[in-house]
């Protein structure tokens, strides 16, 4: 039983970590970045990088955020800026996007699966029975996460800029924040995001060039019933991660892999903002 309620806890940070990135933008951008998996995908190849060259395996997840942060700095320049006033364009395009970065890592890299060893190893003994100390850590890492996402979007100029961009984009041009730079800078931050999450989930599975895409669908369903809400976003992981970990150990773990998705949609089928206010 504490096993299960660890289980249901940590499966809900990781969701956390991996959705926050996409929630970013959909709340400014007003699209879903379906690049996202492929974003994850280059942070898990980049942890892989950093751990061949035997360098600390802890410095993967700034590298893998760099180097997500820098791919993000380009789609949102070349591709997606241009497609603002085209949403259903720009979603198109980064799906295709996210295909791209796919083939080109199986390019560099091959078909193969590969495994990233851990930053940490061992067990911690709860309540008598022993977890891995490193899913553990991801919890601190998610609430960590949190926190600093709240902290810039209500302690900083830029995050008053961002607050105000979400509500009424036209307003706030007409107030003289430049909604580009903030559209640029969204964007740029929630791909360092997805690339961390990718870096951070690879010790748990393994890497390889297509392992992006089912953690995108259940950010996908997550975010939909979220809105643009952070708190909202912690409460779907752990109510709808929380059915998927009961699904997957007491009745299947092919029906707990679709679990979120089912869920998500009944749940905007009853009520249209999901776990969202209002």
Same mark, same amino acid.
């Given at each position: 039983?504490?096993?299960?309620?660890?289980?249901?806890?940590?499966?809900?940070?990781?969701?956390?970590?991996?959705?926050?990135? +996409?929630?970013?933008?959909?709340?400014?951008?007003?699209?879903?970045?379906?690049?996202?998996?492929?974003?994850?995908?280059?942070?898990?190849?980049?942890?892989?990088?950093?751990?061949?060259?035997?360098?600390?395996?802890?410095?993967?997840?700034?590298?893998?955020?760099?180097?997500?942060?820098?791919?993000?700095?380009?789609?949102?320049?070349?591709?997606?800026?241009?497609?603002?006033?085209?949403?259903?364009?720009?979603?198109?395009?980064?799906?295709?996007?996210?295909?791209?970065?796919?083939?080109?890592?199986?390019?560099?890299?091959?078909?193969?699966?590969?495994?990233?060893?851990?930053?940490?190893?061992?067990?911690?003994?709860?309540?008598?029975?022993?977890?891995?100390?490193?899913?553990?850590?991801?919890?601190?890492?998610?609430?960590?996460?949190?926190?600093?996402?709240?902290?810039?979007?209500?302690?900083?100029?830029?995050?008053?800029?961002?607050?105000?961009?979400?509500?009424?984009?036209?307003?706030?041009?007409? +107030?003289?924040?430049?909604?580009?730079?903030?559209?640029?800078?969204?964007? !740029?931050?929630?791909?360092?995001?997805?690339?961390?999450?990718?870096?951070?989930? !690879?010790?748990?599975?393994?890497?390889?060039?297509?392992?992006?895409?089912?953690?995108?669908?259940?950010?996908?369903?997550?975010?939909?019933?979220?809105?643009?809400?952070?708190?909202?976003?912690?409460?779907?992981?752990?109510?709808?991660?929380?059915?998927?970990?009961?699904?997957?150990?007491?009745?299947?773990?092919? +029906?707990?892999?679709?679990?979120?998705?089912?869920?998500?949609?009944?749940?905007?089928?009853?009520?249209?903002?999901?776990?969202?206010?209002?």
């Amino acid at each position: 039983m504490t096993a299960q309620l660890l289980d249901i806890v940590t499966s809900a940070a990781i969701l956390y970590a991996v959705a926050a990135g +996409l929630l970013l933008v959909f709340g400014v951008l007003k699209i879903i970045n379906f690049a996202h998996g492929g974003l994850m995908t280059l942070g898990g190849y980049a942890a892989l990088v950093i751990t061949e060259l035997g360098v600390n395996p802890w410095l993967a997840i700034p590298a893998a955020a760099l180097a997500g942060g820098l791919a993000g700095m380009l789609i949102e320049r070349v591709v997606v800026r241009p497609l603002y006033t085209r949403p259903l364009d720009a979603i198109l395009a980064t799906w295709g996007l996210g295909i791209i970065i796919g083939q080109l890592i199986t390019l560099g890299f091959g078909r193969g699966v590969q495994f990233v060893r851990a930053p940490l190893s061992g067990t911690l003994d709860i309540l008598g029975e022993g977890y891995s100390l490193y899913r553990l850590v991801l919890v601190v890492v998610a609430v960590a996460l949190g926190l600093a996402l709240s902290l810039l979007l209500t302690g900083t100029r830029l995050g008053l800029d961002t607050r105000a961009v979400i509500m009424n984009e036209e307003l706030a041009r007409g +107030l003289g924040i430049d909604s580009v730079r903030v559209r640029f800078i969204t964007f !740029t931050l929630g791909s360092g995001l997805a690339a961390m999450a990718g870096a951070l989930i !690879t010790p748990l599975s393994s890497v390889d060039p297509s392992m992006g895409v089912p953690w995108l669908v259940n950010a996908f369903m997550l975010v939909l019933v979220s809105g643009a809400s952070l708190v909202s976003l912690g409460i779907a992981c752990l109510v709808l991660g929380g059915a998927q970990v009961l699904v997957s150990s007491l009745v299947s773990p092919v +029906l707990g892999g679709i679990t979120i998705a089912v869920l998500a949609a009944v749940l905007l089928r009853i009520r249209h903002q999901g776990f969202a206010r209002g």
